[in-house]
């Protein structure tokens, strides 16, 4: 059955780094881009971005350029999320999903906390 | 970028209610909407793709419609496991974007 399993929280202090696992089974990988959402605390869904996993080439929302990477080790069937430079406002929930062949995400990660605090 | 706007954004109703929440788009996104629902500490889960196509094994109690830029989503008859929250998202374009979710409680 398909599974997508992501890594646990994180505490980090301000200006610090952070990479996020999430890794897929039970299909086969390089099918289903992935997608990365965050949700800060108590606050609503935030698109982040978008990787092709048979290419490996991403996409990211306005807001999250240069600081956010999306990249991909396809030998582990695992993509993942490097915040870079980390602030206060990047505490949030960060979700990896499957995205299915009508464009919704199907599957999703159980959610990755990053807290950002000194 | 494309906005989605959800209203209301926060209802009260009863079991047994029939309950439409709406969803507009700043521009027309033919019928790529997805509807999910989200309850507390978990992650969301699709109910509608393509605007109005139930994903299997969501109850038939739900529906959705609307295409360009104007969607809704209706729960016939609201039970007590639907209380959460709703979104939209458009996958018409990138970025792919979120309404800001309709939070449905108990009145």
């Known amino acids: 059955q398909v599974q997508v399993v992501q890594s646990g929280s994180e505490l980090k202090e301000p200006g610090a780094s952070v990479k996020v696992s999430c890794k897929a089974s039970g299909y086969r990988f390089n099918l289903f881009p992935l997608n990365w959402v965050r949700q800060a605390p108590g606050q609503g869904l935030e698109w982040v971005g978008w990787?092709?996993?048979?290419?490996?080439?991403?996409t990211y929302a306005q807001g999250f350029t240069g600081r956010f990477v999306l990249s991909l080790d396809t030998s582990v069937s695992t993509a993942y999320l490097q915040i870079n430079s980390l602030e206060a406002d990047d505490t949030a929930r960060y979700f990896c999903a499957r995205e299915d062949i009508n464009g919704a995400l199907d599957y999703w990660g159980q959610g990755a906390l990053v807290t950002v605090s000194s | 970028d494309i906005q989605l706007t959800q209203s209301p954004s926060f209802l009260s109703a009863s079991i047994g209610d029939r309950v439409t929440i709406t969803c507009r788009a700043s521009?027309?996104?033919?019928?790529?909407l997805v509807w999910y629902q989200q309850k507390p500490g978990k992650a969301p889960n699709v109910l509608i793709y393509g605007a109005s196509n139930l994903r299997g094994g969501v109850p038939s109690r739900f529906s959705g419609s609307g295409s360009g830029t104007e969607f809704t989503l209706t729960i016939s008859s609201l039970q007590p496991e639907d209380f959460a929250t709703y979104y939209c998202q458009q996958v018409y374009v990138f970025p792919r974007t979120f309404g800001q979710g309709t939070k449905v409680e108990i009145k």
């Open positions: 521009q027309a996104i033919s019928i790529f």
């Open positions: 990787i092709n996993t048979d290419t490996g080439n991403p």
